[in-house]
């Protein structure tokens, strides 16, 4: 008896941690379209859960139609040199007068991050130090704590938590392995819910309001390229020295300060950086046919 409750109790343990989703870079891709639609009426108090196995319902909800995105390669867009660092975009479509704009990611086998944001109007904003968006492998509990900073304005930090996984309802539709992550952006916070296979957004809450993004196209494409798999950069933290294992020939490396300014040139994959102050620094590294940048940090 003892042996038969001890493989039951076993097996509703591994059952329980396989029913945790993780989150991993090659679960987004481009290729998908969603509408956007703005939430009103929403039952606050069934969003504010965190959790294992828990059900959000917001099928009460009222949705408004408020415009359209796309998940793109750079190469559909027209801006795939002047953000050379980006490999993967989305493209929002206004309703109201069908106006577009870009925001515009860095993906990785480690991070998401946002390149730029509102490209294409007036209002177009470049990241000096990326701010990421996801950190993978991402599974429940986990959280990442990352610094960015905007042109023409100071460093801040994001902190973006996993803090519950199970099933997302919207009116007609239900959606099973669904994670929910809370983010604190310098002090501002909002809730998102994604789907973590495919790796898709669902549902965002905060200050500004509810949207509920609505798959209406799946990816057939090929998972977007890791621009990262060019290089390896070790130690990091890097007190003196940084090494580079680079998978192609490189024709130039360079270092750039949280500021954006450039600190250092190179070719070589040993680089000396004991000139250096302490603090993030993000390389970049070109070859014949590729380019990628990775952050690291000088003690």
Same mark, same amino acid.
């Given at each position: 008896?003892?042996?038969?409750?001890?493989?039951?109790?076993? $097996?509703?343990?591994? =059952? +329980? %941690?396989?029913?945790?989703?993780?989150? &991993? @870079?090659? *679960?987004?891709? /481009?290729?998908?379209?969603?509408?956007?639609?703005?939430?009103?009426?929403?039952?606050?108090?069934?969003?504010?859960?965190?959790?294992?196995?828990?059900?959000?319902?917001?099928?009460?909800?009222?949705?408004?139609?408020?415009?359209?995105?796309?998940?793109?390669?750079?190469?559909?867009?027209?801006?795939?040199?002047?953000?050379?660092?980006?490999?993967?975009?989305?493209?929002?479509?206004?309703?109201?007068?069908?106006?577009?704009?870009?925001?515009?990611?860095?993906?990785?086998?480690?991070?998401?991050?946002?390149?730029?944001?509102?490209?294409?109007?007036?209002?177009?904003?470049?990241? $000096?130090?990326?701010? =990421? +968006? %996801?950190?993978?492998?991402?599974?429940? &509990? @986990?959280? *990442?704590?990352? /610094?960015?900073?905007?042109?023409?304005?100071?460093?801040?930090?994001?902190?973006?938590?996993?803090?519950?996984?199970?099933?997302?309802?919207?009116?007609?539709?239900?959606?099973?392995?669904?994670?929910?992550?809370?983010?604190?952006?310098?002090?501002?916070?909002?809730?998102?819910?994604?789907?973590?296979?495919?790796?898709?957004?669902?549902?965002?809450?905060?200050?500004?309001?509810?949207?509920?993004?609505?798959?209406?196209?799946?990816?057939?494409?090929?998972?977007?390229?890791?621009?990262?798999?060019?290089?390896?950069?070790?130690?990091?933290?890097?007190?003196?020295?940084?090494?580079?294992?680079?998978?192609?020939?490189?024709?130039?490396?360079?270092?750039?300060?949280?500021?954006?300014?450039?600190?250092?040139?190179?070719?070589?994959?040993?680089?000396?950086?004991?000139?250096?102050?302490?603090?993030?620094?993000?390389?970049?590294?070109?070859?014949?046919?590729?380019?990628?940048?990775?952050?690291?940090?000088?003690?």
């Amino acid at each position: 008896m003892k042996k038969i409750y001890f493989f039951l109790l076993t $097996l509703i343990i591994a =059952t +329980s %941690l396989a029913a945790q989703p993780v989150v &991993n @870079s090659n *679960n987004l891709e /481009t290729g998908s379209a969603f509408n956007l639609y703005a939430m009103s009426n929403v039952n606050i108090a069934n969003l504010a859960t965190a959790g294992a196995d828990i059900t959000w319902d917001i099928s009460g909800a009222t949705a408004t139609l408020i415009g359209s995105v796309n998940f793109l390669e750079m190469s559909e867009t027209p801006y795939a040199a002047a953000y050379p660092e980006a490999n993967f975009a989305m493209k929002f479509t206004s309703q109201s007068d069908a106006s577009v704009s870009y925001s515009l990611f860095n993906l990785t086998e480690s991070v998401f991050e946002e390149v730029a944001n509102n490209v294409g109007t007036a209002n177009s904003v470049s990241f $000096l130090n990326y701010r =990421t +968006s %996801l950190s993978f492998p991402f599974s429940f &509990n @986990s959280s *990442n704590t990352d /610094t960015y900073q905007k042109e023409n304005q100071e460093i801040k930090t994001i902190i973006n938590m996993y803090d519950g996984y199970g099933t997302f309802t919207a009116n007609a539709s239900t959606t099973t392995e669904v994670i929910r992550m809370n983010t604190d952006d310098n002090g501002n916070t909002s809730i998102n819910w994604w789907k973590s296979d495919p790796l898709v957004p669902l549902f965002q809450g905060s200050s500004n309001g509810f949207v509920l993004w609505e798959l209406t196209s799946t990816s057939m494409s090929i998972p977007v390229s890791h621009s990262n798999q060019l290089i390896e950069i070790y130690p990091n933290p890097a007190a003196d020295e940084l090494h580079i294992i680079n998978k192609e020939q490189l024709s130039k490396i360079e270092i750039y300060n949280s500021l954006g300014q450039l600190q250092l040139t190179t070719t070589q994959a040993l680089i000396d950086i004991s000139i250096l102050k302490s603090g993030v620094y993000i390389l970049k590294a070109w070859s014949e046919k590729s380019y990628a940048s990775q952050k690291f940090m000088k003690y």
